[in-house]
Nanobody
Framework: EVQLVESGGGLVQAGGSLRLSCAASGFTFDDYAIGWFRQAPGKEREGVSCVNFNIGSTHYADSVKGRFTISRDNAKNTVYLQMNSLKPEDTAVYYC?????????????????WGQGTQVTVSS
């Protein structure tokens, strides 16, 4: 059974940092890309970042470039999202999801498996 489990969310002040983790199981981890999405109340789910199965290929939304870094540890079947210089507008539930590669990575409908999400709240 494919499972994706997010962790690492919490409450942080503006300017602070958090590192999210996405632990994967039930499939050959290094055969797939992993994307991070977020959804704020009343808003659509939006793509944040994606890391391809070849570690050198990463993608970011313009809103997080220079602040967030995605990485993966294939030995641990885990993808990380390091979030620095957090802003109140980063507040959302963050989800990780699996797809074959990062082509069209920002499109929600191209991902088949999703985690349950982890809440990130940034106070001003």
């Amino acid at each position: 059974e494919v499972q994706l489990v997010e962790s690492g969310g919490g409450l942080v002040q503006a300017g602070g940092s958090l590192r999210l983790s996405c632990a994967a199981s039930g499939f050959t981890f290094d055969d797939y890309a992993i994307g991070w999405f977020r959804q704020a109340p009343g808003k659509e789910r939006e793509g944040v970042s994606c890391v391809n199965f070849n570690i050198g290929s990463t993608h970011y939304a313009d809103s997080v470039k220079g602040r967030f870094t995605i990485s993966r540890d294939n030995a641990k079947n885990t993808v990380y999202l390091q979030m620095n210089s957090l802003k109140p507008e980063d507040t959302a539930v963050y989800y990780c999801a699996r797809k074959g590669n990062c082509a069209a990575w920002e499109q929600v409908g191209t991902y088949y498996y999703w985690g349950q999400g982890t809440q990130v709240t940034v106070s001003s």
